[in-house]
């Protein structure tokens, strides 16, 4: 059992930037895969980001690529999602996630074993 639970979230101006950190309960932290989701009001979930259990390995969203910074620090059980430049489009409840079997591609949510209560960005124009 992983118990997940982000922070970081806000209200920020666009081309700010907020830093997402996701806390991982337990001692198996680097045997998942992390990602990143979001929600927009009215949308679907979406794929942000992931990072493979080593952290070697990173995948991004083409909406965030080049904005965004997804790292891991496996002594700490921590997954950061750092966000720069943002948009209004960005505004969304984002989700950490885990995923014990490392799917690939990382973008299907039905991959993920255990889901965070999401944290509020708020991106104003």
């Known amino acids: 059992q992983v118990q997940l639970v982000e922070s970081g979230g806000g209200l920020v101006q666009a081309g700010g930037s907020l830093r997402l950190s996701c806390a991982a309960s337990?001692?198996?932290?680097?045997?998942?895969?992390m990602g990143w989701f979001r929600r927009a009001p009215g949308k679907e979930r979406e794929f942000v980001s992931a990072?493979?259990?080593?952290?070697?390995?990173?995948y991004y969203a083409d909406s965030v690529k080049g904005r965004f910074t997804i790292s891991r620090d496996n002594a700490e059980n921590t997954v950061y999602l750092q966000m720069n430049s943002l948009k209004p489009e960005d505004t969304a409840v984002y989700y950490c996630?885990?995923?014990?079997?490392?799917?690939?591609?990382?973008?299907?949510?039905?991959?993920?074993?255990?889901w965070g209560q999401g944290t509020q960005v708020t991106v104003s124009s």
């Open positions: 996630t885990a995923d014990s079997a490392s799917v690939l591609p990382p973008t299907r949510p039905w991959a993920y074993d255990y």
């Open positions: 337990g001692r198996t932290f680097s045997s998942y895969a």
């Open positions: 990072i493979s259990r080593s952290g070697g390995g990173t």
